[in-house]
């Protein structure tokens, strides 16, 4: 069978559509927040980060979460849930979803290893331009790579 690729923005929206059914209300993206959207529900904020897949059969699903996304779970349990969803573009009537705690969900999550990432970008003569980080990362160092590693092999000799 051929893969339907989704695009993430489909997918908030369809999980949307899901979160109405259920209740909840005034649901809006949650830019800058470690989660994809934000939902009321009897009066509280409900946080809720979207995994989803586009396979058309199987029953399993994979992929990864950001250490962002943990963090903000864990630090916010009792409001956070992952929407583990299934469908494709081009079938929005015949979605697969589920709802998980942070405790369930983290009943299916593996530490592999820790990931960097990096960015380089040329200008037209070929010359390395210098891309600022930002505040969404923070330099790696080889002290920081160091350190990580030396815990990481702590959780997994």
């Known amino acids: 069978m051929g893969k339907n690729t989704v695009s993430d923005s489909?997918?908030?929206?369809?999980c949307k559509k899901y979160l109405e059914e259920l209740g909840y209300s005034n649901i809006t993206s949650a830019k800058g927040n470690s989660c994809d959207l934000l939902a009321y529900k009897d009066g509280s904020l409900k946080l809720f980060?979207?995994?989803?897949?586009?396979?058309?059969?199987?029953?399993?699903?994979?992929?990864?979460?950001?250490?962002?996304?943990?963090?903000?779970?864990?630090?916010n349990e009792s409001d956070y849930f992952f929407l583990v969803c299934r469908g494709n573009e081009n079938d929005l009537d015949h979605w697969f979803y589920k709802i998980f705690?942070?405790?369930?969900?983290?009943?299916?999550?593996?530490?592999?290893t820790p990931i960097g990432h990096y960015r380089i970008r040329f200008n037209e003569n070929k010359e390395i331009q210098k891309i600022n980080v930002g505040t969404?990362?923070?330099?790696?160092?080889?002290?920081?790579?160091l350190d990580i590693w030396k815990k990481y092999k702590e959780w997994k000799p």
């Open 10 to 14: 489909v997918a908030k929206k369809q």
């Open 101 to 112: 705690s942070v405790k369930d969900f983290l009943e299916f999550c593996t530490l592999t």
């Open 49 to 75: 980060e979207v995994k989803y897949s586009s396979r058309e059969d199987g029953s399993e699903f994979f992929g990864t979460v950001m250490f962002t996304e943990l963090f903000q779970a864990v630090n």
């Open 136 to 145: 969404r990362g923070v330099k790696i160092t080889k002290e920081m790579i």
